[in-house]
């Protein structure tokens, strides 16, 4: 069922923005004057389609294929390869036969949109729900490191104070691409003693298959004070009670709940002591087994403080245009870590499969939707930027130089551009599913 989650939330999230990246192409054409001959959802792969209409002088439609969308202009050298409409004379109505600045704005349309829809998407979530962050004041007991944070000296209790000399005010900050994509110094309190942590550059390759929870964990430790207690469970049994603090298990010493919880699933199915102080008194108890590997006992969660922030209408655009940027920007600063070597492309790039299992999630959730949609949105904007033949930046690079020549690049290396575009993309694609279907199938 989490599967069929997924792959619904991907396909309806993609299928929104390929339209939507589609519609600013065939508006900016149609502002023009440029006729559009097809606009379709998917690839009607071998004129193979699964609906189609037509209405002036357009045709509408959903391909089999899965991969995208297009709309195809007239008179436009693109994936169609339609040379024989390029071996008729140049009409008025045609891509070719109009200014290269108007060309250019109908390349950029599609982006324009994507970015569009990404701040507008983050501007409403701003609007709706506010901003909520735990204050990392509240994270009295410190981060809990994965085995990457702790591979680089970070250690269970530690207090992050501050990123590059700047101090942390939000606890999230310290999972952020601020930290995982720049070149980042940790301030950290440990005990009494304040030290520093070096972030190594290429962090990215060894966390990206694990999840950010490798490096440390998304929520602060919490103490084992006992906080709840589930009546006719273990641990009710064996007399625990509100504000006990567990010290030990089985005499193995434990100060933070991932603690205790580690220890208890280690004991699954077996009779435990617990150590435990309450008030002045330091007790033992026995408790019973329990096959679930859960004793019923919750902790004291009330000590990490959240904070919200609402803001009005016009006060969320700023907020909304500032995650934006920063997904651009963060999509950017990944890409220039490959082509430096920093990060693996294998461990950089995530397909259909990571996209529907680490972004949308498989719980339908739809503020988690949106906001995900959008994170996508604008990344579908930085990579369709990219200066690649058969993508829209190459074709503005084209567009650019022949507005420095003053004259169009010809047809014939137009063509060949373009098919040197296919064959990177279609590389680009086999290269991503197949590190999807390894990294979530296979490794």
Request: with cysteine; glycine share 10%; aromatic share 10%.
């Amino acid at each position: 069922m989490n599967g069929l989650i997924m792959t619904a939330q991907l396909l309806l999230g993609l299928s929104i923005l390929v339209i939507l990246h589609e519609l600013g192409h065939f508006l900016a054409a149609r502002a023009f004057g440029i006729k559009v001959e097809k606009f379709y959802l998917f690839f009607d792969a071998w004129n193979v389609k699964l609906f189609s209409f037509k209405k002036g002088d357009c045709e509408y439609g959903i391909g089999w294929l899965p991969l995208g969308g297009y709309v195809k202009i007239a008179g436009m050298i693109d994936e169609s390869m339609d040379t024989e409409q390029m071996a008729q004379p140049a009409q008025p109505w045609e891509f070719r036969s109009k200014p290269a600045w108007q060309r250019l704005i109908v390349m950029l349309g599609g982006v324009v949109v994507n970015v569009i829809v990404g701040i507008f998407i983050f501007w409403m979530l701003t609007f709706k729900y506010g901003e909520t962050y735990i204050s990392n004041n509240s994270a009295h007991s410190g981060i809990n490191p994965g085995v990457v944070g702790q591979s680089i000296g970070l250690q269970k209790g530690d207090k992050v104070l501050a990123i590059n000399g700047k101090k942390v005010i939000r606890f999230e900050e310290i999972t952020s691409s601020k930290v995982l994509l720049s070149n980042t110094t940790l301030t950290i309190l440990r005990g009494n003693k304040t030290l520093y942590v070096k972030v190594p550059e290429n962090i990215l390759n060894d966390i990206s298959d694990e999840g950010i929870e490798a490096f440390v964990d998304r929520v602060p430790l919490i103490s084992s004070t006992v906080d709840s207690i589930m009546t006719g469970k273990p641990a009710a049994k064996a007399g625990v009670q509100k504000g006990d603090v567990i010290t030990a298990i089985n005499d193995v010493p434990v100060k933070f709940s991932t603690e205790v919880v580690e220890q208890i699933k280690k004991s699954k199915g077996k009779p435990m002591v617990f150590d435990v102080k309450r008030g002045a008194e330091t007790l033992a108890l026995n408790v019973p087994a329990d096959t679930s590997g859960m004793v019923g006992i919750g902790f004291r969660v009330s000590e990490i403080k959240q904070e919200t922030i609402k803001y009005g209408l016009l006060e969320a655009l700023p907020i909304g245009a500032t995650q934006a940027w920063k997904t651009f920007s963060d999509n950017a600063k990944g890409i220039g870590k490959v082509f430096t070597g920093q990060i693996k492309a294998n461990k950089a790039f995530s397909g259909p499969v990571d996209i529907a299992r680490k972004v949308y999630g498989g719980e339908w959730v739809w503020a988690r939707f949106w906001a995900s949609t959008a994170f996508i949105s604008v990344a579908l904007a930085f990579m369709n930027l990219l200066p690649i033949p058969a993508l829209d930046g190459g074709h503005v690079v084209f567009l650019l130089v022949e507005m420095v020549k003053g004259k169009p690049l010809g047809d014939k290396f137009m063509e060949r551009a373009q098919m040197v575009g296919f064959v990177i993309l279609l590389s680009l694609m086999v290269f991503v599913l197949g590190n999807d279907i390894f990294k979530n199938f296979i490794k």
